[in-house]
Nanobody, 116 residues
Framework: QVQLVESGGGLVQSGGSLRLTCTSS????????MGWYRQAPGKEREWVAR???????EYADPVTGRFTVSRGNSGVVMSLEMNILKAEDTAVYYC??????????WGQGTQVTVTS
């Protein structure tokens, strides 16, 4: 079973930047779809960004132009570079992968708090 661990969350002022990383207990190859989700207090979990199996990067509208998702190496599954952070970006951020067979795995989440 895949175990994912996110890191890099923290407290940052509005306009600042953070970089989240996701590591895995097993090798995650290019046949996996991978992405980031977030959940703000009192809200549903929402998709943020993903890398498709063909390597395309896709972003939710609220983060387009500010966030960049990238594949990692040496045990790092992927990263999420977050720039020009806003208070509405405050949430717990989750790493997600889906295997070629459709099996999903989630990390435990990392808190991102943006102060205005």
């Amino acid at each position: 079973q895949v175990q994912l661990v996110e890191s890099g969350g923290g407290l940052v002022q509005s306009g600042g930047s953070l970089r989240l990383t996701c590591t895995s207990s097993i090798l995650i190859n290019d046949f996996y779809e991978m992405g980031w989700y977030r959940q703000a207090p009192g809200k549903e979990r929402e998709w943020v960004a993903r890398i498709t199996r063909v390597g395309d990067e896709e972003y939710a509208d609220p983060v387009t132009g500010r966030f960049t998702v990238s594949r990692g190496n040496s045990g790092v599954v992927m990263s999420l570079e977050m720039n020009i952070l806003k208070a509405e970006d405050t949430a717990v951020y989750y790493c997600h992968v889906r295997s070629p067979f459709g099996a999903d795995a989630w990390g435990q989440g990392t808190q991102v708090t943006v102060t205005s």
